[in-house]
């Protein structure tokens, strides 16, 4: 079992950044692969930036493709998500997910374990 809690969101304006955490519990944090999803009210939950179990290898989405950053801190039970260059289009609420596998995936029914999400917001 691994329960995420995801930090970090909030309110900034267009060109800014925010920094996101997902806190792990549970022994099998550093046995998984990590991804980061967002959605829209309406809208499929999509990914957004995802990392293998040793970090070596990651994912992101074209939308945000040179502006966010993925990684892990094992020793922490933490992943983070470095968000610069905001645009209003990035306004969402932002989920961590957990995959028991060393592999990343796209797809959320990939991902055994979600956070409750965090928003974010950006303002014109």
């Known amino acids: 079992q691994v329960q995420l809690v995801e930090s970090g969101g909030g309110l900034v304006q267009a060109g800014g950044s925010l920094r996101l955490s997902c806190a792990a519990s549970g022994r099998t944090f550093s046995s998984a692969a990590m991804g980061w999803f967002r959605q829209v009210a309406g809208k499929e939950r999509d990914i957004i930036a995802a990392?293998?179990?040793?970090?070596?290898?990651?994912y992101y989405g074209d939308s945000v493709k040179g502006r966010f950053t993925i990684s892990r801190d094992d020793a922490g039970n933490t992943v983070y998500l470095q968000m610069n260059s905001l645009k209003p289009e990035d306004t969402a609420v932002y989920y961590c997910?957990?995959?028991?596998?060393?592999?990343?995936?796209?797809?959320?029914?990939?991902?055994?374990?979600w956070g409750q999400g965090t928003q974010v917001t950006v303002s014109s």
């Open positions: 997910a957990a995959r028991p596998s060393a592999f990343w995936s796209r797809w959320t029914y990939d991902y055994a374990y």
């Open positions: 990392i293998s179990r040793s970090g070596g290898s990651t």
